[in-house]
C-alpha cells in the first residue's frame, strides 16, 4: 500500500487536478492522507483521510503551521501504515506526470528516502514537493519536518525539511536526490519537473516570489528595488495563472517542459 500526505490551503483548485494525476499514474493500490484549511469541507470525501487544519495552533506541536500539518498527518498514517508501505510527502501543487512507484521504488532499492532536491535553489535538503521513503524508516528516525539547521548560500538559510537533512548526515545516511529535469524554464525555480516523473508548480498555495527573483534587481537602489519587486511580482502571478489554465486543459502540458519547446507556447494557455 502507498499512503500519500498532502497538504491543500484555502485554494480548492490544485484537488481534482492532483488527484486526477494521480490515478492516472499510480499502478498500486494508494490513499491519500490530506491536511485541509479554508477549504470547503465537501472536499473531505475526497480523500481516504481529510484533517481539517483550521485553527491548527503550531506552537502545540513544535514548529510552523507546515510543519505541524506534516507531523499530524505523518502521525496518522503510521497508526494504520505496515513497516514496509510507502510513505509518500507531496506538495498540494504537485503531482505525478508519468508512472512513478516503479522508478521510485527502484530509487529506494540502493537508498531509503527518495525526494526531490533543488539545486536550482542551491538547497542541499530533501524537499517535502516530493519525498518517498517507507513507514518503517519513518518511524525508525524520528522523521519530521521542521526547519532549523541552516546551510550556507550566500548567507545562512533554512526551510522546511532542514532536521530530516540534519539526522540524514548524522547517522551517514544516503539519500537519493530527485532532480529537476526541465529543458524548458519558464522560471528558475517554479514550473519544475524533476526526473521526468512529477510535476512541481510551485507557490500554488501563495504570492510566487522567490530568492532567485530578488536577486535580478538586489543591485538596484531601493526607490527602483521595490518596484521591481512589483513588477515581478505581478509577472510571476499572471504566468502561474496561465499555467494552471494550462494543466487544467491540456494532460501532455508537461512535454512542452521536457522536450525544448518555446517558452512563449508553454505559458500560452489553450
Not at 507531523?71 to 503510521?78: G, H, M, T
Amino acid at each position: 500500500m502507498i499512503h500519500i500526505a498532502t497538504l491543500h490551503y484555502r485554494d480548492d483548485r490544485w484537488i481534482d487536478i492532483q488527484l486526477r494525476y494521480l490515478e492516472r499514474h499510480t499502478d498500486e493500490p494508494f490513499l491519500v492522507y490530506a491536511s485541509l484549511e479554508g477549504i470547503d469541507l465537501a472536499y473531505q470525501a475526497r480523500f481516504h483521510c481529510a484533517l481539517d487544519h483550521t485553527g491548527l495552533e503550531p506552537r502545540l506541536y513544535q514548529g510552523s503551521r507546515t510543519e505541524a500539518k506534516l507531523r499530524l498527518l505523518s502521525d496518522e498514517i503510521l497508526r494504520r501504515a505496515r513497516t514496509g508501505d510507502l510513505l509518500v510527502f507531496m506538495h498540494g501543487d504537485a503531482f505525478p506526470i508519468a508512472e512513478w512507484v516503479g522508478p521510485v521504488r527502484r530509487m529506494l532499492e540502493g537508498s531509503p528516502l527518495a525526494a526531490i532536491r533543488r539545486d536550482e535553489n542551491f538547497e542541499p535538503i530533501p524537499h517535502w514537493s516530493f519525498c518517498a521513503t517507507t513507514a518503517g524508516f519513518w518511524e525508525e528516525i524520528g522523521g519530521d519536518w521542521s526547519r532549523g539547521p541552516t546551510w550556507e548560500s550566500h548567507g545562512l538559510h533554512t526551510d522546511t525539511g532542514a532536521s530530516l537533512w540534519e539526522k540524514l548526515e548524522r547517522r551517514g545516511i544516503a539519500w537519493h536526490p530527485i532532480l529537476r529535469s526541465n529543458r524548458t524554464n519558464l522560471h528558475p525555480l517554479w514550473f519544475g519537473v524533476y526526473d521526468g516523473i512529477v510535476y512541481h508548480h510551485g507557490a500554488g498555495f501563495r504570492t510566487p516570489m522567490s530568492r532567485a527573483d530578488g536577486t535580478t534587481y538586489a543591485h538596484l537602489p531601493i526607490p527602483l528595488r521595490n518596484f521591481a519587486g512589483v513588477r515581478r511580482r505581478i509577472a510571476n502571478s499572471m504566468l502561474s495563472r496561465r499555467m494552471h489554465r494550462r494543466i487544467r486543459k491540456d494532460e501532455r502540458f508537461h512535454l512542452a517542459l521536457t522536450q525544448g519547446d518555446s517558452m512563449n507556447r508553454v505559458a500560452e494557455a489553450p
